[in-house]
């Protein structure tokens, strides 16, 4: 039977930031994710995290409810949540993306506007940002 995947995708001021937080958020996303069949991507752009989620949707709720309590992160602002019809990131428990120009020009073509602003990024088009972020070769799957 076909199994309805869900995302959850949204953005989110790392507070403050330090770069070993990211090593323990990877690391618990390893430690998780897979058990719970969640995949995904997180990026981090000058101190703001978006984090693309998919899953069964009770795992990917679970794992949201979780996040709004860390207080690794504040200001943590919805973008976009619902059913999808496929993975965008099968194989990634969770990747992680650094900025770079090839990423500033995603965005720029995307017409997002500089200095870049996630928490600007309209809803309709968190999903398909994300998706031409993800074919940039700059990931750093883990
Ligand atoms: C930006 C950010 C992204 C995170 N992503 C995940 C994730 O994908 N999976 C996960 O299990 N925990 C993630 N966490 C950590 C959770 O907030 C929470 O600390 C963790 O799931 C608790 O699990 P544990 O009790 O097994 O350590 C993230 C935290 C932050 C700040």
Same mark, same amino acid.
């Not at 996303?29 to 989620?53: I, R």
């Not at 990024?121 to 074919?135: G, M, N, V, W, Y």
């Given at each position: #039977? ?36 969640? =995949? ?9 995290? #978006? ?42 428990? #969770? ?25 600007? =990024? ?13 074919? =940039? ?6």
């Amino acid at each position: #039977m076909h199994r309805v995947i869900y995302r959850l995708i949204y953005a989110s001021r790392a507070r403050p930031f330090r770069s070993e937080d990211v090593a323990g958020i990877l690391r618990q996303s390893h430690e998780n994710n897979p058990a719970a069949g969640v =995949t995904g991507a997180l990026c981090l752009l000058d101190g703001v995290y #978006m984090q693309y989620l998919e899953g069964p949707q009770a795992a990917v709720e679970h794992l949201f409810a979780r996040l709004l309590d860390d207080e690794r992160h504040g200001k943590l602002q919805l973008l976009d949540r619902g059913p999808v019809p496929s993975r965008v990131f099968p194989d990634w428990s #969770m990747a992680l993306l650094d900025w770079d120009e090839r990423i500033r020009a995603v965005f720029v073509r995307h017409g997002m506007p500089l200095p870049l602003d996630l928490y600007a =990024t309209p809803s309709d088009q968190a999903a398909e940002l994300f998706a031409a972020l993800a074919r =940039t070769p700059s990931w750093v799957p883990l």
